[in-house]
């Protein structure tokens, strides 16, 4: 059975007078849903200890909590349990074991246990976790097949497939394909758009350069807009430079959600990224004065078992002098081989050294230089970060997957990123 282990735990002890199969899967589902996933995980394991058989419920939960911890050695042990017991598989559990085994990075193998012949895929659940895993990773093309198939199968689509149809256009770029989808929902299935549906939509134009169409979406949508969809767009306004259109927009959002800290920082970021420092001062003030603070970047990684976490600047790791020593080596090896920091995302009013040194500390450099010290060559490297990754980091990932041979997957808040050979899966479009 792997262990498990965080840097940085804040929860409680677990009193063992849980136990009983009601209390004990009632406790492990409420964990799961409050977030606690490494909680729930050790739960399950404590349960085995005591004798206590999981059931379909304990079961999704903890894959569901494998799958946002990109805990795939935990997702493997639990599917184990699933065979060893003879747990039949229904259509709940085979989703839950796809979504699983994709937002693990594995998509390939979450296929295959999707075609295994024998599989329960009358209902759209498992559909709709292969096509969701699919579109996480971007590939647009065998999400888009898959629905098809779907539609041959006589498996009717729901609201679910195609946020996930949607979002797979988004990432593949397919911009008129994602308008022929949209339009089908009502008219061929008679589904009715929801904010989830338009958000995609907006998405899918802001990507593509799109922001004037992306715009008049959100003005044409049948109900209010949410701070998510406004953020997409100003989060487009800002890769795209669209200078006029983010602060428009992005003082609309602060009439919006005054303490949408995210927000804000994107408005900043705006401005840094184009050298108006002031304005950028201005708008990080604002976020001190409000009292709001803004999420810090973490990015966590599993080895042997056992799960560790990074935040920006990160010094609590035992191991933290070679981290740090790591990524000095790994920068000064990569720059002889052409590397070039993208000094733009310092978004720092300083010196091109001070801005080096700001990225630097990027919470998935230093979680990936964790895994070339604690791994094997060529041993396969997962990363989850809870934000998007900026361009430097992304550059400088594909850079190590060519010179140290390894194979980097890394989950951020948008897609999968899997880096080989030089080259990153999403085409450096994401």
Known sequence: MPSLFRCRVFLPPLSRDIYGVISSSWCLITTGQAGYFVKAIELLQEMQHAGVGPNEFTLTTVLAACSNLVALDQGRWIHACINKARIKL??????SLIDMYAKCGEID???ELFNVQDSPKQTVRPWNAMITGYAIHGYADK?????????????????????????????????????????SMTKTYGIEPEIEHYG????????????????????????????????????????H?????????????????????????????????????????????????????????????????????????????????????????IVAKLKERGYVPELGEAL???????????????????????????TRPRTRIRIVKNLRVCLDCHLLT?????VYDREIIVRDRVRFHHFKDGSCSCGDYW
């Not at 229904?90 to 989703?95: G, M, T």
């Not at 097949?145 to 593949?172: Q, R, W, Y």
């Not at 807009?225 to 989060?235: M, Q, Y």
């Not at 602060?247 to 995210?262: C, D, N």
């Open 90 to 95: 229904n259509d709940r559990l085979l989703a």
């Open 109 to 111: 193998f979450a296929f």
């Open 143 to 183: 999400a888009i097949e898959l629905f098809e198939k779907m539609k041959e199968d006589n498996i009717v689509p729901d609201k679910v497939t195609f946020v996930s149809l949607l979002a797979a256009c988004s990432h593949g770029k397919l911009v008129e394909m994602g308008k022929l989808y949209f339009d």
């Open 200 to 239: 995609c939509m907006v998405d899918l134009f802001s990507r593509a350069g799109l922001l004037q169409e992306a715009e008049e979406i959100i003005s044409n949508m049948p109900m209010n807009p949410d701070v998510a969809i406004w953020g997409a767009l100003l989060g487009a306004c800002r890769i």
């Open 241 to 329: 430079k669209d200078i006029e259109r983010g602060e428009r927009i992005g003082m609309l959002m602060k009439e919006l959600g005054p303490k949408h800290t995210g927000c804000h920082v994107l408005l900043a970021n705006i401005y840094s990224g184009n050298g108006r420092w002031h304005d950028a001062r201005g708008v990080r003030n604002s976020i001190e004065m409000s009292g709001e603070r803004k999420i810090p970047g973490c990015s966590s990684i599993e080895v042997d078992g056992k799960f560790y976490e990074f935040l920006v600047g990160d010094r609590s790791n035992p191991q933290t002098n070679q981290i740090y020593s790591c990524l000095e080596e």
């Open 348 to 374: 720092l009013d300083a010196d091109e050294e001070d801005k080096e040194t700001a990225l630097t500390i990027h919470s998935e450099k230093l979680a990936i230089a964790f895994g070339l010290l604690n």
């Open 398 to 402: 594909k850079f190590i997957s060519k």
